[in-house]
């Protein structure tokens, strides 16, 4: 891992992308590196646009800011990506990862002239089959483990397990479904070529 990694989510309240962050940085923190996980609100109502930032690394964090030029971004709503420029600053270097279906030439045509990596991952099909119902930030969390490599597969799912068991502590039956969802995700994330 370099360094320091920076991670900008993008999504629609009610979908989980603070939640999905603040999961990261919990499950980074416990792998032993440094974290910061926030999120940034607008107008805070169910639909409306949301960003959520991770900085993470193997040293102090010493910086106290907004994050202008991602590795990362995460996409949970892919309706964002024709009015939000959700590859403002992100660094070639990195990649995004979008919830969708689109094909590559949307995908590439919409994100303009972004070069980097893209992503993709059907988190609404992989939360239906583990879940039953559509909640994309489980998914997408372990999507962006998976192409950042933030952690290994089994750190995350070791530590998502003990979250779960905690924060799901008196609906004991979503655990399975959770975790199911992260396997699926880790399996389901794509490069698009």
């Keep these: 891992m370099n360094d320091l990694i ?5 999504g629609r309240g009610g979908q989980g992308a603070k939640t999905a962050s603040l999961l990261l ?3 980074a923190f416990n ?9 940034e609100y607008g107008p805070e109502r169910m639909g409306a646009p949301i960003t959520a930032y991770n900085r993470i690394s193997n040293t102090p ?9 991602p590795d990362y971004v995460v996409v949970v709503d892919d309706t964002l990506l024709e009015s939000i420029n959700v590859t403002a600053g992100l660094k070639e270097s990195g990649a995004i990862v979008i919830n969708t279906t689109k094909d590559a030439d949307y995908l590439r045509n919409v994100l ?8 993709t991952i059907d988190a609404r099909k992989v939360s239906m089959e583990a879940l039953g ?4 930030n489980t998914p997408m969390l ?7 490599k933030i952690m290994t597969d089994e750190e995350l799912l070791n530590d998502m397990e003990a979250s779960f068991k905690h924060k799901f502590a008196k609906k004991p039956e979503v655990i399975e479904g959770n975790m199911k969802a992260l396997m699926l995700a880790l399996k389901e994330v794509k490069k698009v070529d």
């Design 61 to 69: 964090i010493r910086i106290h800011s907004n994050i202008y030029e």
């Design 6 to 10: 920076e991670i900008r989510w993008h």
């Design 142 to 148: 372990a999507a962006i483990v998976k192409v950042s």
């Design 133 to 136: 119902k559509y909640f994309p």
């Design 25 to 27: 940085a919990d499950a």
């Design 112 to 119: 303009k002239d972004y070069k980097g990596n893209i992503y």
């Design 31 to 39: 792998t032993g590196k440094y974290i910061q996980g926030f999120p």
